[in-house]
């Protein structure tokens, strides 16, 4: 056996997990799909993905640029473009933006193709995660928590539909949200399953 062939042989004992369908990580804005989303792909040893810094690098432009240039309705249309061709891909650990799932195509698509992982974190998490920020194209209001509310309020109702909930709440580290998503995985075996098992 070459060291290559070796290297890959060990590498293959030494991920634990067989993963047999993508996670796509879905949720509001702050609840942390990117960030859990990238720790949960070291830990099943996949690639991460993300369908917003997809569409950027196809359109040379931020997701706020594409926003403010051509409208929330033809960055859906590049979304569901993106997120379907991801899907055919190896398998691997896709985080969404969080208008991506409210779109029925996107659902059908993903449950055909995936699973959807909810992150469900509260209100005020959320707010406490994205105040700060302005990279948030939909929070440009003249009062950003209100319009998280409003947002909040009418997809909940969308993310319930996702075939996983995990919840977020605090205080957990990215490493502890990581292996509660891992545990939740584990009871589809159509998704995930333990090679020992």
Request: proline content about 5%; glycine content about 6%; overall charge neutral.
């Amino acid at each position: 056996m070459s060291e290559f062939q070796q290297s890959v042989a060990n590498g293959a004992q030494a991920n634990p997990y067989v993963l047999k369908k993508t996670v796509v990580m879905v949720g509001m804005m702050g609840a942390g799909k990117t960030a859990v989303g990238r720790v949960l792909a070291q830990l099943l040893n996949v690639r991460f993905l993300d369908s917003d810094q997809e569409i950027e690098a196809a359109a040379n432009m931020t997701v706020p640029e594409i926003f403010a240039r051509d409208g929330e309705p033809f960055f859906r249309a590049r979304e569901t473009e993106v997120i379907s061709r991801l899907l055919q891909d190896e398998r691997c650990v896709l985080s969404t933006g969080g208008g991506a799932f409210l779109s029925a195509e996107n659902r059908e698509n993903i449950s055909r193709n995936g699973v959807a992982v909810w992150l469900d974190a509260d209100l005020e998490l959320l707010w406490s995660r994205v105040r700060h920020r302005d990279t948030r194209p939909l929070l440009r209001t003249a009062d950003p928590k209100a319009t998280l509310t409003d947002l909040y309020t009418k997809r909940v109702p969308e993310y319930s539909k996702a075939d996983l909930r995990v919840p977020c709440a605090p205080p957990v580290t990215l490493d502890q949200m990581a292996q509660r998503v891992t545990s939740v995985l584990l009871t589809r075996t159509d998704v995930l399953e333990r090679r020992d098992a």
